[in-house]
C-alpha cells in the first residue's frame, strides 16, 4: 500500500502589531525557550507551530513582513477540517495575544526615559515583546511539571503528555505536536500517572485541567487581577509562585509585581547600584511602583538584560583569559 497524503485546508491573514515591535527578537526567543524544545520550527524570519481549537489540532507559519516600525506579519494556518468563521477569529486571536502584538511598548519607553539605569535594556531590546506561552491552561501545567524538578526531567513529562494526549498535524512533511486542551487531559485522567511517573504531579495536572475547562479565558485575561491571581492559587497545585507564572507568561498580566523574586532583587542591585548583594524588596518596589502598568514589563526586559550582560561578560572574560 502506499503512502496517504491528506490535503489540508488553509486560510490566510495579516497581523499588525502595535508599533514597535520586532518579530526577529521573538524569533529569537522562540528558538532557544527550552519547556517548548521540539514542538515548533523557527528559521529565518518564521516559525510555524501548532494548537488545539475547539478539538481540531491547526498548524500555523507566520511571517515577517515588515519592519520594527512598520511592522506587519502574515501567517497561513492548516487543518484537515474546514476552517468555520469562529476557529479564524480564534486563530488568528490565539497568534496574536501569544505574541503580545497588541502591547503597547511606546507608553514603556516613555516612563523609561526618565530612568537612565534602564536605558541600555531598551537600546538593546528595542521593539521586543514578550512571547507567552502559547494558552494559559499549557502554563499552567508547565508550571505543576517544573515544580521541583530538574528542568530536562519536566520537559521530558510534558513531551510525553503532548505525544499521547496532544494533536498532530503534518504540514510541508513535518510532523507539528500541540499541548492538549483541557478536555483531553480530563478524558486521559486514568494515563497521566503513566505519563507524569509522580502521583502528586498527576493529581495537580488534574485539578487544572477541570479548572480551565469551567473557565473563559477572556475573563481570565481581563478581570481584576487580584480576582484572577485568588482564582488560581484556589487551583490545587498552584501556590502563590506559579499564579504569579501564569499571570504574566501566560496572560500577559503586566500591571502588578505580586512577587518579588530573588533574582529580580539581584539584577535590580546589579544594575541600579553595581552591587552583586540582594536589595530589599521595598527598594524593588519604589523603583517598580515608577512604571504603573508597566511593571511587568520593567521587571521583563531587566531580567533578559541582566541575563545578557551576565552571558557577555562571562565572554569578555574567557576571551581575556
Not at 515577517?64 to 487543518?79: H, Q, V
Not at 521530558?156 to 503532548?162: G, L, P, Q, R, Y
Amino acid at each position: 500500500m502506499g503512502v496517504v497524503f491528506l490535503s489540508l485546508y488553509s486560510f490566510n491573514a495579516t497581523l499588525n502589531p502595535v508599533v514597535p515591535f520586532d518579530f526577529s527578537k521573538s524569533l529569537e526567543f522562540l528558538s532557544d525557550f527550552s519547556p517548548t524544545q521540539n514542538e515548533q520550527e523557527v528559521k529565518l524570519g518564521a516559525f510555524t507551530k501548532a494548537v488545539q481549537i475547539e478539538g481540531k489540532t491547526v498548524a500555523f507559519e507566520v511571517t515577517d513582513k515588515g519592519t520594527i516600525e512598520d511592522p506587519k506579519l502574515e501567517f497561513t494556518a492548516y487543518s484537515e477540517a474546514k476552517f468555520a468563521d469562529k476557529v479564524k477569529e480564534i486563530v488568528t486571536d490565539r497568534i496574536s495575544f501569544f505574541l503580545s502584538l497588541q502591547d503597547n511598548l511606546k507608553e514603556f519607553y516613555e516612563i523609561a526615559q526618565k530612568d537612565e539605569f534602564i536605558q541600555p535594556a531598551i537600546k538593546k531590546f528595542y521593539g521586543h515583546k514578550q512571547v507567552k506561552f502559547l494558552t494559559p491552561f499549557e502554563i499552567a501545567c508547565w508550571a505543576i511539571l517544573a515544580q521541583r524538578i530538574p528542568m530536562a526531567v519536566a520537559r521530558k513529562m510534558k513531551e510525553n503528555i503532548v505525544s499521547k494526549v496532544g494533536g498532530q498535524i503534518k504540514v510541508k512533511g513535518i510532523e507539528y505536536r500541540s499541548f492538549p486542551e483541557p478536555s483531553n487531559l480530563i478524558a486521559a485522567a486514568n494515563e497521566l500517572p503513566m505519563l507524569v511517573p509522580n502521583k502528586r504531579k498527576a493529581e495537580y495536572l488534574s485539578s487544572v485541567a477541570e479548572a480551565f475547562s469551567e473557565v473563559e479565558e477572556q475573563w481570565l485575561r481581563v478581570a481584576p487581577y487580584d480576582e484572577v491571581h485568588g482564582w488560581l492559587t484556589d487551583i490545587k497545585g498552584i501556590g502563590d509562585w506559579s499564579a504569579n507564572f501564569v499571570m504574566i507568561r501566560g496572560l500577559g498580566r503586566m500591571e502588578e509585581l505580586s512577587n518579588i523574586e530573588p533574582q529580580l532583587a539581584l539584577d535590580v542591585a546589579r544594575i541600579y547600584a553595581g552591587k552583586h548583594d540582594q536589595i530589599s524588596n521595598e527598594e524593588v518596589c519604589q523603583i517598580a511602583e515608577k512604571y504603573g502598568k508597566w511593571k511587568g514589563y520593567w521587571a521583563y526586559y531587566l531580567r533578559i538584560y541582566a541575563e545578557f550582560a551576565y552571558v557577555f561578560d562571562k565572554g569578555k572574560a574567557r576571551l581575556m583569559k
